[in-house]
């Protein structure tokens, strides 16, 4: 791609350029001594041809749909369709969630995205103690199917796709959903849309966890396993870096911890399940963060790209090439965000989306200013959403292909990227995967010890935020409407939950809830028992005690 | 050398497990010279109650980010309270709006903070505000 | 602090752990409660676990105080993390495992900073000891810190020492010479799932039968499960809680207990000595800014540390 003969003549242009820019810094020094990316890869003042003599155009980059689509799993880009404009919403009760919706499918969303509130998160029902203070608070409170029902209340869940933020219980949301479809007369075959389902990277980031990671994968191939056989569009893991770099990872190890879950996943379907690589791999999507640095999250998702397709074809033998395909939706940085001066993160939304876009997403969420304070208000999230689809229409980005592909620094970054994703790849294979990775406490650690070097960063103004340690604007008065969940929501969720535990046949339940606990018992796949279960009332905590009877429930190893 | 030094029982009330603050919280303390007594997450008010009491803290500090901090953070001081603890100063961290301040105050908390407090800020309000027991 | 005494006697918590913070940081006056207390004490049996870090001591402890709870006995925990010798703070997280207990009121659990001790344990370990003991708790438990020569010392402290080993760490063989293998009266093979652990325990039974017997108690090596495989990690650790109870029962037989305690109650003795005569000497020298002075005449090699150290004992003789 780069011949000797060019590197030869850049070479001898960049000696000459590097003599007159020592001149100019000699004379005038530049503003800082080191520059480096939000997550301290350190970055040339310039790059050029020498920089990616090594690349292969055929090996390395190539078209979209085109092996190692590092630009796009897709060939045809945005043109037949952009990205799906995915707001994630879900508050208060699923009667209010519901109405939240369908005023953003009004306003030009295209895929629903559901928030739970943490009782449902955690696996526990509205009337636990450890529930108190929280149902409703940052998502919808789901207790029973009941709940579930009134969520997806008007929504075509043959045409629209919903995302459900998920995980310990993900099976059993997932079995209301398909048990609702079921109701209306759905086929299965029709219904499309995304379980998070990732609690590796609960173990190491965000600590929504329940039962150990060995259990917790066992039920993540079930739903894989699931999924493969009767519900052939959905995605049943979304695996996720989003909450690993929020947790305060760099990029490096956003991409690199990310894409070893995905591996680890892969493993143990094959070993678990049976199944050859290629019967479900084209259903395992990805999630990843895009954070402040534009160039250096537009190199990490291709990057992720390219690196997965080389993982699936050469280290598990993938052959379909939708197998070898890393689809993946995007968020953007809520880290990022500052509670000073907050009317300035519609600016940084912008950017990462558009770094998002840039780097190929499948699929956005755009966050909306005031998430640093509180539950979106109905115009904030306006204003995200309208983010997106400027990006979308006015700004013509979406018009041609993987723009900057080709670019010196781009693929030079791109390639840093994949060098540095691989080694912790090969670090956690020698530690025996990624299990075992997490009972040494080996992500967790490297996230702590990058979230503590970039706080530190922070207060001594080496990185910036603006607003918070430069420009900041002292007695500021922040006029940002504040969304509040009523504590009235818990109790009327509450009365809802006595009055199903009332009506059901409780025998009934008790029976389902055996059943699953004689699956759990026997190794066998608990989605068709959960699906029962969920259709006879059966609570979300309900079938989650089970699974921590059977399975026991994680303790926190206490890394830090 | 009788020497008093603060010990700080760091605490993550409720479901929420984003402790990415927490834990940035708990080493800067630590460097600090404080005895750093970190639970972790997920921890109802009884539990941090009763840890706080066996561990002889001089301050609690408690954050969340689920939004739960109303009932959370004024339940850890009634149950001190409750077991003639109040000399434990409780301070608090995390998302809270503006107008939920006054009453966690109101409730006995003794500082807030919220995103983008500066870690020396923390240390240095400790240092004011803190006396180790006598 | 003479009612504080009275208090930890009734085994009020906040009382107890005043006192231990009161050991702790040296505070003046404190002897009063002990005096209190130390005739009152001597009840418990005191069990020292101690291992590499990352051997999974804690959450071991926590199974234990599960178990003893199980068995209708009260429990102390003293769990000591490292002290930064850079900044003097400490983090302390044993808690963090053992969350599970913090409402029993059976269970008392206190986190210590070694705080530049020397040997690897807090120097208000000791004491913090008597403190449970006179609180009426039945079993305490002692987590220390590090590896190495250091933690030997816990032997000082504990009837039952039990050593943690945890394969693929690499060391512990060393560690054993390093005089771990002494102090053992226990050794447990931890994360019995993985790789290498089969050598470990092959590997140490042999150093353990090799060794001299103490006196007729055959030295176990016990395998623990894996913590996620929660059914098989219980039943492991109640047989550890079998052996250690098997272990005091053989003390109490060959009337061996009275010889550890002896070697405890020398070293306190040992240590109120010093407080009692050393340390008011040095706050003395220290305070009329002699001690720097002595300090500088040493610098310039006016005199020697030993004439020094002979003046100073003569001089204070008669004061103390």
Not at chain 1, 390 to 402: C, F, L, P, R, Y
Request: charged share 25%; aromatic share 8%.
């Amino acid at each position: 791609m780069i011949t000797d003969d060019l590197v030869n003549k850049s070479s001898a242009l960049r000696q000459k350029w590097e003599d007159e820019v020592k001149k100019i810094v000699a004379k005038h020094p530049d503003q800082k001594e080191s520059w480096t990316t939000v997550s301290d890869l350190g970055i040339k003042r310039i790059y050029g041809p020498e920089d990616i003599k090594d690349m292969d155009f055929e090996r390395d980059i190539a078209y979209p749909g085109q092996y190692p689509y590092l630009r796009g799993c897709q060939p045809s880009g945005y043109r037949g369709k952009y990205w799906t404009f995915r707001m994630f919403s879900g508050m208060g009760t699923a009667v209010e969630t519901n109405k939240r919706w369908k005023y953003l499918l009004a306003t030009g969303q295209t895929g629903l995205s559901t928030a739970f509130d943490f009782p449902t998160l955690m696996g526990y029902d509205t009337d636990s103690p450890k529930a108190r203070g929280e149902c409703g608070k940052v998502g919808v409170a789901i207790d029973s199917i009941d709940d579930f029902r009134d969520l997806i209340s008007g929504i075509p869940l043959d045409k629209i796709t919903t995302s459900m933020t998920i995980n310990p219980p993900a099976t059993i949301l997932w079995a209301m959903y398909i048990a609702c479809a079921q109701e209306q007369g759905i086929p299965l075959n029709k219904i499309g849309g995304t379980i998070q389902n990732d609690m590796l990277k609960e173990f190491i980031a965000q600590k929504t966890f329940m039962c150990p990671p060995e259990p917790s994968v066992k039920l993540i191939s079930d739903t894989i396993e699931f999924g493969t056989k009767y519900v052939p569009k959905w995605n049943t893991v979304s695996i996720s870096g989003y909450h690993i770099r929020e947790a305060g990872s760099t990029a490096v190890q956003e991409l690199a911890f990310t894409l070893r879950d995905g591996m680890e996943y892969v493993e143990d379907v094959v070993r678990r399940k049976g199944l050859q690589v290629d019967e479900f791999a084209p259903r395992l999507s990805f999630f990843f963060n895009s954070h402040i640095d534009f160039f250096e999250e537009i190199a990490k998702l291709r990057a992720a790209r390219r690196i997965w397709a080389k993982a699936m074809r050469e280290r598990y033998g993938a052959k379909d090439p939708r197998s070898l395909w890393m689809r993946f939706h995007t968020q953007t940085a809520g880290c990022s965000l500052t509670a000073q001066q907050p009317y300035n993160n519609v600016v940084r939304t912008a950017i990462q989306a558009l770094a998002g876009v840039l780097g190929g997403t499948q699929s956005l969420h755009t966050n909306s200013l005031d998430e640093v304070l509180c539950l979106p208000s109905d115009h904030a999230v306006q204003i995200a959403l309208r983010t997106q689809q400027i990006i979308a229409e006015e700004t013509g980005v979406a018009s041609t292909i993987d723009p900057l592909a080709g670019s010196y620094f781009v693929e030079a970054l791109t390639n840093e990227m994949e060098e540095k994703a691989w080694e912790y790849i090969h670090k956690i294979d020698d530690m025996g995967g990624m299990v075992a990775a997490i009972e040494k406490g080996f992500p967790q650690l490297e996230i702590s010890d990058a979230s503590y070097k970039f706080q530190k960063q922070i207060d001594a103004q080496e990185k910036v935020m603006i607003g918070v340690n430069k420009y900041v604007q002292e007695d500021e008065q922040v006029d940002i409407p504040i969304v509040e969940i009523d504590d009235s929501v818990e109790a009327e969720q509450l009365n809802r939950l006595a009055e199903v535990k009332r009506k059901r046949d409780n025998r009934k339940v008790a029976e389902t809830l055996k059943d699953i606990e004689a699956a759990c018992k026997k190794g066998e796949n608990v989605m068709p028992y959960c699906i029962e279960a969920v259709k006879n009332y059966a609570t979300v905590q309900e079938i989650c005690d089970v699974y921590r009877g059977v399975y026991g429930e994680y303790r926190d190893p206490g890394i830090y | 050398m009788a020497e008093r030094r603060i010990r700080i029982l760091l605490s993550k009330p409720g479901l929420d497990g984003h402790d990415r603050g927490a834990k940035v919280l708990a080493r800067c303390f630590r460097d600090a010279g404080f005895e750093v007594i970190y639970t972790g997450c997920h921890q109802t008010p009884e539990q941090i109650a009763a840890a706080a009491i066996q561990e002889d803290v001089d301050v609690v500090g408690l954050s969340c980010l689920s939004g739960a901090h109303k009932y959370l953070f004024p339940q850890v001081v009634k149950l001190l309270k409750a077991e003639g603890a109040d000399d434990i100063t409780v301070i608090g961290g995390g998302i809270i709006p503006e107008q939920d301040m006054q009453p966690l105050y109101d409730a006995g908390l003794k500082a807030l903070f919220t995103p983008g407090a500066k870690l020396d800020s923390l240390v240095e309000w400790i240092n004011t505000n803190v006396t180790p027991r006598a | 602090m003479k009612e504080l005494g009275q208090k930890v006697l009734a085994g009020d918590v906040r009382s107890a752990s005043r006192l231990i913070r009161n050991l702790e940081d040296q505070i003046p006056g404190t002897h009063v409660a002990m005096q209190e207390i130390f005739t009152k004490t001597g009840n418990a049996h005191v069990i020292g676990i101690t291992g590499a870090p990352g051997a999974g001591k804690s959450t071991l402890t926590d199974e234990l105080v599960f178990s003893w709870r199980q068995r209708n006995k009260t429990v102390g925990v003293l769990a000591v993390d490292p002290t930064s010798p850079f900044t003097g703070g400490a983090l302390l997280g044993d808690r963090i495992r053992m969350l599970r207990h913090a409402e029993d009121k059976g269970v008392f659990l206190r986190s210590l900073a070694t705080r530049g001790s020397m040997g690897g344990i807090s120097k208000a370990v000791g004491e913090g000891i008597h403190v449970m003991d006179a609180m009426g708790k039945d079993t305490i438990i002692v987590e220390t810190v590090g590896v190495g020569q250091q933690e030997v010392e816990i032997i000082n402290h504990a009837h039952t020492v039990i050593v943690v080993l945890v394969p693929g760490m690499g060391d512990e063989i060393q560690a054993l010479k390093a005089g771990l293998m002494e102090i053992a009266d226990i050794f447990i093979i931890n994360k019995a799932d993985r790789d290498g652990a089969a050598s470990l325990y092959k590997e140490v039974t042999n150093m353990v039968h090799m060794s001299v017997t103490k006196g007729g108690w055959e030295i176990p090596v016990l395998l623990v499960e894996s913590v996620q495989e929660p059914k098989k990690f219980a039943e492991s650790v109640s047989a550890v809680c079998d052996k250690i109870e098997d272990h005091y029962r053989y003390l109490v037989d060959k009337n061996l207990l009275s010889e550890r305690l002896r070697r405890k109650t020398a070293a306190e003795f040992n240590e109120a000595l010093w407080a009692a005569i050393l340390q008011p000497v040095l706050n003395d020298l220290d305070a009329g800014g002699e001690m720097e002075k002595m300090v500088d005449q040493l610098l310039k090699k006016e005199t020697d540390p030993y004439t020094l150290a002979a003046e100073v004992a003569v001089r204070y003789k008669n004061k103390v």
